[in-house]
């Protein structure tokens, strides 16, 4: 249970690790950074959950996944200006007690998420 993420590098076919991740919870306009990681060789969270359950709050989130600089450090080349750069996905935890798990799955060129299990 809680809040986990997961990044795939579907140009690669492998995960995403090395990528940097930024978690923060939003109010309006507003963000408030929770925590900045940079993922494992598994394409996760080294430290496991992002929030834990007991911890885990209604309310609305981001994550914030610095693409362009995953895939310049894999030695793609990139257009300038990038057609990615930074993929900012907004989303509400409406159930606390539930586990949210949100996948990315990207390339230099395209992204899709889902709320996974």
Known sequence: MGLSTHVLDTMHGTPAAGM?????TTQGDGATLVKAF???PDGRNPDGMLIEHASLRT?????????AGYFKAR????PEPNFLNRVSLDF???HA????????LVSPW????????
């Open 20 to 24: 940097a991740v930024a978690l923060y």
């Open 38 to 40: 940079v993922l494992n």
């Open 59 to 67: 309310g609305t989130y981001r994550l914030v996944f610095d693409v």
């Open 75 to 78: 030695g793609v080349a990139l």
């Open 92 to 94: 509400g935890v409406a």
């Open 97 to 104: 007690d539930q586990h949210y798990h949100v996948p990315l």
């Open 110 to 117: 395209s992204y899709s998420t889902y709320r996974g299990s």
